[in-house]
């Protein structure tokens, strides 16, 4: 049996090892982008530079970081001693943890606003490429992200089904239901309800929308069950489908409808109804399922039940037959995806700082960081990658030892032999270099 080598020496004298060697591609990408260069220009820094760096440089370190899979400010310490990382920023050495926790704490609300605007047109850009689009689906949505303190500004008790009494935050979030880009996002208080100022924050997505784009429809579960949004909607003649909070009055109804077989066993049905408070009577769809026979399938249903079937409630405007609608509804499964990635995979659920205004601009940055991947996989990936999950690409991609070295004048980013994705990641960067999102 081999015993491995018997005598090995060990130094640390090494300048220029990384296990992030991948991370070569999103920097390529993010220059294609310009995007240094946007956050320089449009963004009013109050400081030029903050020790050695420039503002600009500590952003971009920080979403390098939340893409390279660093969960918290504290384990960016680990770029520290990649010298390649540093390299590919420009950078003599990484940030200090302490110190990008400083200028996140410091940084003014005209900052946020430049970096929000800086966001909004990269988004307007992308949106039209590989090819222009003309319709638009909002999917609306809202999540709840556990504190570790009372200390923390914001820090609210609210609905918490996982870990009730425990302080928190309770963001909305808009995604667009085709490219599955994060369209805008609002940080809130553990208390406010999911309709709470949701009439604004949509009002707040539709000024993003780009021109030329005819239609518009919203999805939204029973969280955003409100007359005043479904009025917001009507208005402004913007289709929508909305889950229904199945009160007392909508289940005696439930049952005397009459349903039609649209897919196996499963059936769907129409009514109008007015529910309290609201101004005039909507239509409503009503599809029910068959229960199902083993037991603990039965008991993960969250669906309103009666006798042998369960139910789930739409409210609607959409002229479209009520099985046409419940099919365009289910697709809003995405958003719920996008949420589950953005808390595993990005530092949503990592709360850096005790300050509200931080802990919002981090949030932000966040969902900066979730587009920036959105856009290169959706530009520069091959076709069966574009479903892939960031941790994937972390797994093929990004997470990839290598040594930058010069020889002959030139710089070179030395990859392992035998790498299993080698040709991808060729046919990657070359994607990347024909990348021309303007």
Request: hydrophobic residues 40%; proline residues 7%; glycine residues 6%.
């Amino acid at each position: 049996m081999p015993k491995g080598l018997r005598q090995l020496h060990v130094t640390f004298d090494e300048p220029n090892l990384t296990h992030f060697g991948g991370m070569l591609l999103i920097h390529r990408f993010c220059e294609q982008l310009r995007l240094k260069w946007l956050l320089q220009k449009h963004v009013p820094f109050q400081r030029e530079r903050i020790n050695r760096y420039h503002p600009a440089d500590l952003l971009m370190a920080i979403l390098y970081a939340m893409i390279a899979g660093l969960p918290r400010l504290s384990t960016t310490r680990l770029l520290q001693y990649n010298g390649c990382s540093q390299h590919l920023l420009g950078l003599r050495s990484f940030p200090d943890p302490s110190r990008l926790r400083r200028w996140l704490m410091h940084l003014s609300p005209a900052e946020l606003e430049g970096i929000g605007k800086v966001h909004d047109g990269l988004r307007r850009r992308c949106f039209y490429v590989p090819r222009p689009r003309t319709s638009l689906t909002f999917d609306l949505d809202s999540t709840v992200l556990v504190l570790s303190g009372w200390q923390i500004e914001g820090a609210k008790i609210g609905y918490n089904p996982k870990k009730p009494r425990r302080p928190s935050y309770h963001p909305l979030l808009c995604f667009e239901g085709h490219t599955q880009d994060c369209w805008d996002g609002w940080l809130r208080p553990g208390d406010a309800h999911s309709a709470s100022g949701a009439r604004t924050f949509l009002a707040r997505c539709l000024a993003r929308v780009p021109e030329r784009v005819y239609r518009l429809r919203v999805r939204a579960d029973a969280g955003f069950f409100d007359h005043e949004l479904t009025e917001f909607l009507d208005e402004r003649q913007i289709g929508y489908a909305i889950v229904a909070r199945l009160t007392r009055p909508i289940q005696r109804l439930l049952p005397g409808l009459t349903f039609h077989r649209f897919r196996d066993r499963w059936e769907a049905a129409e009514f109008r109804y007015q529910p309290h408070g609201w101004a005039a009577a909507a239509r409503f769809i009503a599809v029910r399922r068959p229960l199902p026979d083993d037991p603990r399938e039965r008991a993960q249903l969250t669906l309103w039940t009666f006798k042998r079937h369960a139910y789930h409630v739409l409210v609607t405007n959409l002229p479209l037959r009520p099985e046409s609608v419940w099919r365009f509804y289910t697709k809003r499964a995405h958003a719920e995806l996008n949420i589950r990635e953005l808390k595993e995979a990005y530092p949503l659920a990592k709360i850096p700082t005790q300050s509200w205004q931080a802990n919002e601009a981090y949030f932000h940055l966040i969902l900066l960081a979730y587009n920036l991947v959105n856009w290169f996989r959706r530009l520069c990936l091959p076709r069966e990658w574009r479903r892939t999950t960031l941790g994937t690409l972390r797994t093929r991609l990004l997470v990839l030892p290598a040594r930058l070295v010069r020889a002959s004048h030139k710089n070179i980013l030395r990859l392992p032999v035998g790498y299993h994705y080698q040709h991808q990641f060729q046919q990657i960067l070359a994607r990347i270099a024909r990348t021309r999102p303007w």
